[in-house]
């Protein structure tokens, strides 16, 4: 594999009890690039990114990270190489303040989160790091406010944060302005943009328009495969995205509706 990509499916399959969610993809990440998987409900989306991340096990198919191959590794082994995912709902403590959350997860990176009998002040080494985070995403601000008290952009914004404390390589985002109105999402793009700064970011994102201002490289899945690549020139011109949307994929519209998780379409 070139060293120009930090991420590569060969002939990824995942099939549920004879229905196949993941048909045949293969994927080439570039180092650097905002790469965004789209594709109408149930076209495998989440299953791949599930995939990549091992959450599920490919049942054929080979996932290579950095040209070495990370298929039968589980996901803890991954997200120590560098690949590290967010999730289409908000995974964040509601209880714990903003600073907390970014607490908890310099902890697990640090490898310290079990470490018990130490004291609750000791953590607070960490608390300059914690604050770096919340000043990149624009939260410095409500350091110590609860999460629960947070609007939903600012939750992802926190989500976001919590995720770049683990210093990932390779960053993947599933559907990260899902539920968002229109000036939550346009800070997420640029939360986005300067997140990908240094690394590669994978997207999965509904939203087109985000695509189109965000993206340097797309993959369209239909029915679990690959059905056109390219840039988002190229790709929305494409007569085959156009039909899969059902005439909704023109340029700067919405695609297709907030999609379920094709985990559970799978099932």
């Not at 009890?17 to 045949?24: L, P, S, T």
């Not at 018990?116 to 624009?138: A, I, Q, Y």
Request: negative net charge.
């Amino acid at each position: 594999m070139s060293d120009q990509y930090v991420l590569e499916t060969r002939n990824l399959v995942k099939e549920f009890k004879g229905f196949v969610a993941v048909d045949d993809v293969n994927l080439k990440i570039q180092k650097g690039h905002i790469h965004a998987l789209i594709g109408p409900n149930g076209a495998g989306k989440t299953t791949v990114f599930n995939l990549l991340t091992k959450f599920l096990i490919p049942t054929r198919g080979q996932i290579l990270f950095k040209g070495d191959d990370i298929t039968s590794m589980k996901s803890a082994a991954i997200a120590r190489k560098g690949v590290v995912r967010s999730f289409q709902i908000s995974a964040v403590f509601p209880h714990m303040t903003a600073l907390e959350n970014i607490r908890v997860a310099l902890q697990g990176f640090e490898g310290t989160s079990f470490s018990f009998w130490k004291s609750g002040s000791s953590l607070n080494k960490l608390n300059g790091r914690c604050m770096e985070l919340l000043d990149s995403v624009g939260l410095a601000e409500y350091a110590n406010t609860t999460t629960v008290e947070l609007a939903y952009g600012r939750k992802r914004a926190l989500e976001l944060a919590t995720t770049l404390a683990m210093e990932p390589e390779l960053l993947l985002l599933d559907e990260p302005t899902q539920g968002m109105g229109a000036e939550d999402v346009d800070r997420v793009v640029e939360l986005v943009r300067k997140a990908a700064q240094g690394r590669t970011v994978l997207m999965v994102e509904h939203n087109l328009s985000v695509v189109s201002k965000l993206c340097d490289r797309i993959t369209v899945l239909a029915q679990g495969a690959v059905l056109t690549e390219g840039d988002y020139e190229a790709v929305s011109a494409d007569p085959r995205v156009r039909e899969v949307y059902m005439g909704t994929a023109s340029s700067g519209e919405r695609g297709s509706p907030s999609e379920e998780s094709e985990t559970e379409t799978a099932r």
